[in-house]
């Protein structure tokens, strides 16, 4: 079958993942030879046994061990820590998603355009890939909803709701599976 670029991170120590994104074609794009863009990007990626994902992979962790997934996800979809003292509960923050739901169309504009281009299926994929972790990580520094308590502020020192130490921010990647 054809391939896709995927947006998903996992989260290996509870086997949560996050739900891929496949992209998605304009339908209504001809070619010269008279074929929708999506039938010649589709014969184009059939050539492909290589899919790409972007997100957060195991070899990135924090100093102490704590998968970067894991925090993605968290920051994703909200968490209770009932082990700490007192307990309290962070609200979700959705970063992931809606910079896929909003960029999938343009990343596979990209990907068309590369292959239109002659540029070949591989080079089409990493092109909408490397667009697409991009725009992971401009939702990641643009998010201002959902602000940090005070006391996080305290303690991280500013108050951006997804950065601390940066690690998450500098662990979206893409690459090919």
């Not at 972007?54 to 100093?63: L, M």
């Amino acid at each position: 079958g054809s391939r896709f670029c995927r947006a998903s991170f996992s989260v290996h120590q509870t086997g949560e993942r996050f739900p891929p994104r496949r992209m998605k074609l304009p339908e209504n794009v001809k070619v010269s030879d008279g074929r929708s863009l999506v039938e010649l990007v589709k014969d184009k990626l059939k050539l492909s046994d290589e899919d790409y994902e972007i997100g957060f992979f195991p070899e990135a962790k924090y100093s102490d061990g704590t998968p970067v997934a894991q925090v993605a996800y968290w920051n994703e979809n909200g968490t209770y820590h009932s082990d700490r003292v007192p307990p309290y509960r962070v609200p979700p923050r959705p970063f992931m998603e809606p910079a896929v739901e909003k960029y999938i169309g343009k990343a596979m504009d990209t990907a068309a355009l590369a292959i239109a281009n002659e540029m070949g299926e591989d080079k089409a994929m990493q092109m909408a890939a490397g667009f697409l972790k991009d725009k992971i990580k401009d939702e990641i520094s643009a998010f201002d909803s959902t602000p940090n308590a005070p006391s996080t502020i305290y303690l991280k020192g500013n108050s951006h709701p997804l950065i601390d130490t940066g690690k998450m921010f500098r662990s979206v990647k893409y690459k090919r599976t």
